[in-house]
């Protein structure tokens, strides 16, 4: 009895104890910010990192030439430069072709180094030769050389297709190529367009690691490319492990790398020989959790300053002590769900029986309109931004979202509509469909369940429609989903993607365009439709013109051959959020470094 | 016995190659796109990224042969190859986690096997009667609630509400002492590189970050430990020589603790020379409830991402314990117990 | 001791009743599960049907009776599907494992010589492999699914099986009977069969009844990391893992979302429990010295 009693006696303290969390009225460590975050940081190299979690490492270490003005994306400020090259003051010349940037004088790098033009142009060059398959120098090779790469320029320079293949000779012609781009003019750097394109400032600007100046000295000490024309083959496309930046850093930026324990956590003290104000946090820390619980528990203590959230569980901390949500930013993302125009029936289980005998789907369901019209007016759109994003965020209108140009919150969108969607499937293949049915699995990677409720919604709602309709959602590893993809065995399944630089470019291309990201896992008959229907050519003049309205207009009709062809079925643009102890100040949101901080400006204090 | 232990070890590098090639040929039973998503984590990265060309230069395609051969033979060379999801080279993630996994490991094992046999020994003590359902019971409910709610519990109650038992493997102000200058890491176990240093403040504060994820290991194990010494010492309690003992008039209590319980230790020993892989290798989710940064965590990370050579050196690694602990269960068996010879 | 002693004597035990209540009881659901949660397609029952498409648990209402979990995921529904899955994957995977331990443990210890000696490094190179990287890399492998998941615990769950079956067999192969029915010519496999199994198989009993509760644990964490069954499937294990992100509640209520914690945590630990109790009771009937 004495026994049992201790035993309910326990249970009854761990009860009440597990109800309440302590909670702090001071500021806890006034000078070190703490943020928790998710996954890990990919490289410390800015020219080689390519990833959310690295770019925020990179823009608090790093600078470049120009920066954002803070808290808008349309307008900049310089950074490393003195001035933003405008037609106006003179520094953009030659109807757009010429860009000129004075560099700031005395500015250090953390490990002494002095900054100069030399180092800018290094930089730049650095990175075109170091150009890492799957890297972030597509974007400046478009502007700069009209081109996707490295391996474009080699092949048209000197028919080599390999460019670690280049001999010195070979390689150094292509450098020749490559210089003729950038040059140094005094205290001035000089960039060379074959052809005006208005994307150039909103690739260099800062929060985009490409355009980070590192020291050319200290850079060649640690073993990165040699400053030498000869020997592109030897520095084109290093491997993470051989790259001399990778885990070192030396920066001019307001934080320098104190640690970094790959996988686990990043420390950065404060640049007290910063070229502007010092910072006034002396250190940042960065911890990588992946339990949401324990990050949440961390924040409510006041042993972190920011903590990473996935938006589903909002409603935990909406009412927390000491804790500020903050929700609704702009989030520059389109999310959609791929349809294959081409899908390739052989040893695909998806497809089922493969041909249109109420069994399968045939390779080429997709390519009908009216399948992809019916599939389009069968999504729950409203339910998805009610219920699944709990009302923040909104249906994409396709693939340009809010507020890039082209954007118009009054275009024609798909709403639900299961009776249009039935007219539609009555009139693909000749009716054949209606009468003979199908069935299709459409997929979703695990572990998301923001996706695998889209396809739900597909599959409840076009079951509804036609009892020989069937349809079959499968979560599948990522693995295997990007090898569906690449094998365009791929059905329909949905998928994202976020801004790299601020410009409607960045979407029309990886998802209109027949060579794009996306366009390339659309099969053979959408490549064919792109370049025959003039979308290859529109998404091209999208960046050929230079006048903002005419702009405007390309990128309004490419969201309107979106919606008319029903190209894609275009779901949701998702809002952002920060989730922080409300004694943080100084925070602005950055929607290109997104999830990340610039800490520069931040400080602690209770109000 | 030595030519005992050295005939085990001479089979070890049969074992971990047998292993390796195990594991690797499950891996090449996937497509080079497949296990191109190592190194794709994210629809972000397809960018730009030419796919044949990369699996060309990681080798993906190549027969399997040639790509078991590049790894063992850079194996045999000390170079265990890059680790994709750690970022780093196999060694160094391994180095890095190891402590961490080995300090919780090794410190859960003491309340693990001592609380255990003292349940077990409760409960056969109490045969039959309430008090062994009673444990047994609790033992098996803690056996059976998912280690992710009762961690998490933890978690709440000892750091959210108490805040004695914060979770990672130590505080912020103990991180920056044990990475600057002055303070040698000589093992990476901080709990013993502290003592080292005769830093004591080190010391406290990782035993601190320790308790609450041991607690939680222990009470996860204890069914398992309770079962094993119940059952042993229900047998041995009716042998003869015990039997002898009370007839005798030897006090009860000097029966059971002093001739059963050292007897019914031989197969809990068994048992928990396995347990310590179990701990070491299969403590994913405490690690990362409590943020430890270990090989369990790790080691499903990288599984998960195809990591193959992480994944293949993690085999080894594991294979090497597998057969030392045996080989430790083994001998002790014959320290036990010097009745049985090994053979 | 004849099987139909064993049973009798189950039903005598007070423990073992419990435990064989609870089975019943679960039986009972599994097979009724169609008329007590009906499905509403019947062609893939499995799939447990969502009451609206947000994220946040709902609490038990007249509607669903358990409440929703996780994605709107009815918990009822889960359970009452989930315990077919849970005996599913319990007789599966232990039967299969089980026989193949069976069958490698008893040739391994019976012919003995170099087949033991190859077969036992085998069985080390199974165990050498971390269980928890092996299945994950395994289903990785193999898909996602409930079939795969089986395969890979199968593939590494048959181990310990073999080496409790081999030093069984080894130490009953020199006793009398087994000698003298080799002796009269009696052939290997009546032998093997007739009396070294039937006078060896009771410990592996025992074990596999533990085992049987067990593997509803493990399919669990295999949710935990996202590798085990598709979301949605009815399987105990998921329903506990939609549990993960809210059992500390929120919003200054930290069991506001109980019922996802502790409604499929208690059909776990019920399973595990009866099958436990019947093991614990199979050992102390089976003990020959108790007698």
Not at chain 1, 182 to 207: A, E, M, Q, R, Y
Not at chain 1, 501 to 517: C, Q
Not at chain 2, 173 to 187: E, K, P, R
Request: glycine content about 10%; proline content about 5%; overall charge negative.
């Amino acid at each position: 009895m004495k026994r049992s009693s201790i035993l309910i006696l326990v249970l009854s303290m761990v009860l009440v104890l597990s109800l309440t969390v302590g909670a702090f009225a001071q500021v806890n460590n006034p000078n070190t910010f703490t943020k928790i975050n998710m996954g890990t940081i990919d490289s410390l190299d800015p020219h080689y990192q390519y990833d959310n979690a690295s770019s925020e490492i990179y823009a608090n270490i790093y600078e470049n030439l120009i920066m954002f003005k803070e808290g808008d994306i349309t307008q900049y400020e310089p950074l490393l430069a003195t001035e933003v090259p405008t037609v106006n003051n003179g520094l953009i010349k030659n109807d757009g072709t010429t860009y000129i940037f004075p560099i700031r004088e005395g500015v250090t790098f953390h490990e002494g180094g002095t900054l100069t033009p030399e180092d800018v142009k290094y930089s730049f060059m650095r990175g075109l030769i170091h150009d890492r398959n799957g890297g972030p120098w597509w974007m400046l090779y478009g502007p700069l050389f009209d081109a996707g790469g490295l391996s474009d320029i080699t092949e048209q320079v000197v028919g080599v297709e390999n460019p670690s293949e280049l001999t010195a000779a070979q390689s150094a012609e292509v450098y020749a190529e490559l210089d003729k781009a950038i040059s140094v003019d005094g205290n001035k750097v000089v960039f060379n367009l074959p052809k005006p394109n208005p994307t150039f400032l909103s690739v260099v600007v800062h929060d985009n690691g490409l355009g980070a100046i590192i020291d050319k000295e200290w850079s060649i000490e640690q073993g990165a490319w040699d400053g030498s024309p000869e020997t592109i083959a030897e520095y084109y496309d290093p491997a993470k492990e051989s790259d001399p930046l990778h885990e070192q850093t030396n920066g001019t930026g307001p934080f320098m790398l104190n640690t970094w324990e790959k996988g686990k956590r990043i420390a950065l003290d404060r640049n007290d020989n910063y070229w502007r104000e010092p910072a006034q946090l002396e250190r940042v820390i960065i911890n990588y959790i992946d339990e949401w619980s324990t990050r949440k528990l961390m924040l409510q203590r006041g042993d972190a300053d920011v903590v990473y959230m996935d938006k589903q569980y909002q409603s935990q901390v909406e009412n927390l002590d000491g804790v500020e949500f903050i929700s609704g930013l702009p989030n520059l993302y389109t999310g959609y769900g791929l349809m294959n125009w081409t899908i390739d029936t052989k040893g695909n289980p998806d497809v089922h029986s493969g041909e249109l005998d109420g069994n399968g789907v045939p390779s080429d369901f997709f390519e009908d309109i009216n399948v992809r019209k019916a599939f389009n007016y069968s999504m729950n759109y409203d339910a998805f931004v009610s219920e699944v994003m709990d009302g923040d965020g909104q249906q994409a209108r396709g693939p340009i979202p809010e507020p890039f140009l082209g954007f118009d919150e009054d275009s024609p969108v798909y709403t639900m509509d299961l009776e249009k969607a039935e007219e539609h499937f009555k009139k693909a293949f000749d009716g054949e469909l209606w009468d003979k049915g199908f069935e299709i699995t459409i997929l979703y990677n695990t572990g998301n369940s923001m996706r695998k409720t889209a396809s739900d919604m597909l599959k409840y709602n076009i079951e509804q429609i036609n009892p020989n309709f069937k349809i079959n959602v499968r979560g599948i590893q990522w693995a295997s989903y990007l090898d569906r993809m690449i094998a365009g065995k791929f059905t329909l399944g949905f998928i994202g993607w976020g801004a790299d630089y601020a410009d409607p470019h960045n979407f029309t291309v990886p998802f209109m365009r027949s060579d794009g990201t996306f366009g390339n896992f659309k099969g053979e008959s959408y490549k064919e439709w792109a370049k025959e229907n003039g979308v290859d050519s529109l998404v091209n003049k999208g960046v050929e013109v230079t006048d903002r309205e005419e702009r405007e207009e390309i990128y309004k009709e490419i969201q309107n051959i979106a919606y008319e062809y029903a190209t894609d079925l275009y779901l949701y643009q998702p809002t952002a959020h920060i989730l922080m102890r409300d004694w943080v100040q100084g925070w602005t949101y950055d929607p290109i470094l997104h999830d990340g901080i610039y800490y520069y400006r931040i400080y602690k204090a209770q109000e | 016995m030595i030519s005992y232990i050295v005939r085990r070890l001479l089979i070890l590098p049969i074992i971990l190659i047998g292993v390796t090639l195990l594991v690797f040929s499950m891996i090449m039973m996937l497509g080079p796109y497949e296990r191109l998503s190592t190194y794709i984590k994210d629809p972000a990265e397809l960018k730009n990224v030419d796919v044949d060309v990369l699996v060309t230069k990681l080798g993906l395609n190549d027969p399997w042969y040639e790509q078991y051969g590049r790894w063992i033979s850079g194996v045999a060379r000390g170079d265990m190859g890059w680790s994709e999801s750690a970022g780093s080279t196999v060694t160094q993630a391994f180095l890095s986690r190891f402590p961490a996994t080995a300090e919780l490991g090794l410190l859960a094992l003491l309340p693990v096997v001592v609380g255990g046999v003292i349940l077990g020994v409760f409960a056969s003590v109490h045969h039959n009667d309430f008090w062994d359902h009673v444990s047994r019971v609790l033992a098996i409910i803690g056996w059976s609630v998912p280690t992710f709610v009762f961690g998490l519990i933890m978690l709440m109650i000892f750091y959210g509400t108490l805040g004695w038992f914060p979770p990672s493997r130590l505080d912020s102000w103990a991180l920056d002492i044990v990475n600057s200058a002055g303070f040698i890491n000589y093992t990476n176990f901080f709990i013993i590189d502290g003592l080292l240093n005769a830093n004591f403040a080190i010391v406290g504060n990782a035993i601190r970050h320790l308790v609450a994820p041991v607690i939680t290991i222990s009470i996860l194990w204890w069914a398992f430990i309770m079962r094993i010494t119940r059952s042993s010492m229900l047998e041995i309690l009716r042998r003869d020589y015990i039997r002898t003992a009370r007839a005798k008039g030897v006090k009860e209590n000097v029966v059971v603790y002093k001739h059963a319980v050292r007897n019914a230790l031989i197969p809990v020993v068994t048992v928990a020379g396995r347990m310590v892989l179990g701990l070491l290798g299969g403590l994913v989710i405490t690690e990362t409830i409590f943020n430890i940064k270990g090989l369990g965590q790790f080691m499903a990370q990288a599984a998960q991402q195809l990591d193959y050579p992480a994944v293949l050196g993690g085999t080894l690694y594991f294979g090497f314990l597998l057969i030392l602990i045996n080989l430790c269960v083994d001998v002790s068996y014959a320290i036990i117990d010097p009745r049985i010879r090994l053979e | 001791m004849e099987w139909q002693e064993v049973v009798i004597r189950l039903f005598k035990n007070k423990i073992s009743l419990i435990g064989l209540i609870l089975i019943i009881f679960f039986g009972v659901i599994a097979i009724g599960a169609p008329w007590i949660a009906p499905p509403s397609d019947p062609s893939e029952p499995y799939m447990v049907p969502r009451a609206g498409w947000g994220f946040e648990p709902q609490p038990p209402s007249s509607e669903h009776i358990f409440g929703t979990a996780e994605g709107q995921y009815d918990i009822f529904y889960g359970i009452i599907w989930g315990t077919r899955t849970a005996f599913r994957i319990g007789f599966i995977i232990v039967g299969i494992s089980s026989f193949i331990g069976i069958l490698v443990g008893t040739l391994a210890g019976y012919y003995g010589g170099w087949f033991d000696e190859v077969v036992m490094r085998i069985t080390d190179i199974f165990m050498a492999i971390p269980f928890l990287i092996a299945a994950i890399v395994m289903t990785t492998i193999l898909g996602q699914g409930l079939r795969n998941v089986m395969i890979a615990l199968i593939t590494f769950g048959w181990m310990n099986s073999a080496r409790l079956m081999r030093s069984q067999v080894l130490s009953i192969k020199e006793e009398e009977f087994v000698i003298a029915a080799d002796a009269l010519g009696a052939g290997d496999f009546r032998i093997i069969f007739k009396h070294v199994i039937l006078n060896t198989i009771f410990p592996l009993v025992i074990e596999a009844s533990m085992r049987m509760g067990s593997m509803v644990i493990t399919a669990s964490t295999l949710s935990f990391l996202g590798i085990g069954a598709p979301e949605g499937y009815a399987d105990w294990g998921q329903m506990i893992s939609f549990a993960r992100n809210w059992i500390l509640g929120g919003e200054g209520n930290a069991i506001k979302y109980w019922f996802t914690v502790v409604i499929p945590g208690g059909a776990i630990t019920l399973f595990c429990l009866s099958w436990n109790l019947i093991g614990d009771a199979f050992r102390d009937i089976l003990d020959p010295k108790l007698q």
